[in-house]
């Protein structure tokens, strides 16, 4: 007990020259190691979460859309658990409630529209061939952000990135070539929704260049959410109808999974898609403050 009360003068000591002046340069050095040893540890942690959150929403929503084929659905239902949870956030103060002025929301209306059109065409995928193939086809997404950014921000891939690219896009046609559950609806909505996703990855790095209309990602990820749902809703209405009636979720029931089995399970997928893709947008503020000493000021990432 001694001895743990008296080691901060011994580090003070430590840290002292002669002359009176401190010095820090093997404590400094120490603290950067821990910091970084930290922050591998916290991004392989964040690694695992989003991983396993990804890999369970895609077995619970590939679940709920073999029994249950309607997307636009699925989809609003998942953006509606995104927009609770959300809400939940904002009112426990876990995240601070942004105040929007109406540039903003022009701003952000078309990535909302972007995120929506990329979210529902995945499920038209999944729904159609393997959850395999789909994610096997939004390897692509690499390719789009490369050809996106060079039209629309002027950014010059560098060689060695343009290379990397040729062996994916070869991977991707030979296991479409190969893929037994193979139909073209599948094989397009994957492919339209890698070019929704990385149109709204282009616009989002556009609006987070303009300071004064930049939201941190937790509150522009969670804003888009909100009026995805909001689209969706009464496009999903238009497209598939009202859904929700006992004899579609008997239909279901009848194809496997009884009506209490269809909820959990459409709860579960929607808090695993709401979840998994918080952790990308909370990530990159994550790594900066992590990275930031205290002397720099806070820096405004802007990737989402």
Known sequence: MLESQ??????????????????????????????????TMQLGAMF????????????????????????ATITAFEFGCGTVMINIMWALNL?????????QILAILPLAVAHTFGNLLTNVSVGKVAVSFTHTIKALEPFFTVLFAALFLGEKPAFWALSSLVPIAGGVALASLTEASFNWIGFCSAMASNVTNQSRNVFSKKLMANKEEALDNINLFSVITIISF??????????????????YLQSAANQGLNVRELCIRSLLAGFCFH???QVIFFYPLFIIALQLSPS????RNDKL
């Open 6 to 39: 008296q080691l901060p003068f011994e580090i003070m000591d430590m840290a002292v020259s002669r002359s009176g002046q401190p010095q820090f340069p093997e404590s400094t050095g120490e603290f950067e190691k821990s910091n970084d040893l930290a922050g």
């Open 48 to 71: 695992g979460i989003w991983y396993l959150l990804n890999i369970f929403f895609n077995i619970f929503n590939k679940q709920v859309l073999k029994v249950y084929p309607f997307p």
């Open 95 to 103: 995240c601070n409630r942004p105040k929007l002025t109406r540039p």
């Open 230 to 247: 909001i689209l969706l809703v009464p496009a999903a209405i238009f497209m598939e109808g009202f859904k929700f009636t006992p004899s």
């Open 275 to 277: 979840s998994y893709q």
């Open 296 to 299: 720099q000021p806070l820096l």
